[in-house]
């Protein structure tokens, strides 16, 4: 079975324009979650949905960033307009459930530069 | 709130050398543990997980004990090889919420 799929897996872009990233959350999973990594701050739970509703965003750093799920096989995050200090490794990840269903599965990674 | 602790690297170990890299863990109730491994240029892999107290998570050598009483869920591997080098991240997960709480990741080098 395919993993989570995220892309692009690299992207370097002028401060100032807009980035989406997307994933594509493994079949039959609910819930999905967008991290950030940063050598400085670790991994950082940005948002994470249920059933393609967003449940907790309160780790979405400002309102330049957004995060969409028009359905369960589909997601992106954008950020617009883009700054330096976004520059960072995107996961997207997803897990069946709660419980014994927990276990969060993790894409690639998409590796932002913004310069 | 959750939070994980791990002990900063880097871990630096020979070839074959035994290894241990600490965790421990404050929660409310009974959380999942969880450790990750990401390889360099990679996203993180599931190595391995406990869901309750004294569960014994196992794979590819690599194991660690869920201590309720310590609130630690150490990862050891008796014969550590080169291509063990990687970051490793302990992880909770709080049932109810299952969001994963992170801690700083332990990078390993492993040299022949």
């Known amino acids: 079975d395919a993993g989570v799929i995220q892309s692009p897996r690299h992207e370097v872009t002028e401060m100032g324009q807009e980035v989406t990233l997307r994933c594509k959350p493994i079949?039959?999973?609910?819930?999905l979650f967008w991290y950030r990594q940063t050598m400085m701050r670790g991994l950082e739970l940005l948002i994470y949905f249920n059933n393609n509703v967003p449940i907790d965003d309160s780790g979405m750093p400002e309102d330049r960033f957004s995060a969409k799920m028009p359905n369960a096989s589909f997601s992106t995050l954008k950020i617009q307009p883009s700054e330096p200090r976004d520059s960072a490794v995107y996961f997207c990840a997803s897990s069946p459930g709660t419980g014994i269903l927990n276990t969060i599965y993790f894409g690639e990674g998409s590796w932002l530069t913004v310069v | 709130g959750d939070s994980v602790t791990q002990m900063e690297g880097p871990v630096t170990l020979s070839e074959e050398a035994f290894l241990t890299i600490n965790c421990t863990y404050t929660?409310?109730?009974?959380?999942?543990l969880f450790w990750y491994v990401q390889y360099p240029g990679e996203g993180l892999q599931l190595l391995l997980k406990?869901?309750?107290?004294?569960d014994k998570g196992s794979n590819k050598g690599f194991e660690a004990t869920y201590r309720k009483e310590t609130t630690s869920f150490h990862l050891e591997k008796g014969s550590v090889q080169v291509s063990d080098s990687a970051v490793y991240f302990c992880a909770l997960s709080n049932n109810a919420g299952n969001m994963l709480t992170f801690g700083g990741g332990t990078r390993l080098m492993v040299k022949p």
């Open positions: 929660a409310t109730g009974y959380p999942s």
């Open positions: 406990a869901t309750k107290a004294d």
């Open positions: 079949s039959g999973h609910d819930y």
